[in-house]
């Protein structure tokens, strides 16, 4: 059996590999501290990742998102355009705010 992990490793890699992925970011608290849950997922798999900062370097810190040549489905938050070389498709619910 695979530890949590091991399992996030396996799902970090297929999203990596997958031609399309949503990625998205949201606060939450850890033990009453801000933190920056980041969020990576496709029609098959999605992955989970808490940092203490929202930037970019939290974002290559989790190596998820980074390195990725596939469409990259985002709400347009800066740090997304500069990750990699990723097709750049917007989030429609996000459109109406830039």
Known sequence: MRDARGTANVIAVQLNAASLVH???????????????????????TWYGVRGKRGRAA???????????GVRVHDCWA???????????LCNAHLPRE
């Open 59 to 69: 974002v290559e810190a989790h190596g998820v998102l980074t390195g990725r040549t």
């Open 79 to 89: 740090p997304h355009w500069r990750l990699d070389d990723s097709i750049h498709a």
């Open 23 to 45: 990625a998205g970011e949201s606060g939450l608290r850890v033990a009453g501290k801000p933190h920056c849950l980041h969020i990576a997922a496709n029609e098959t798999h």
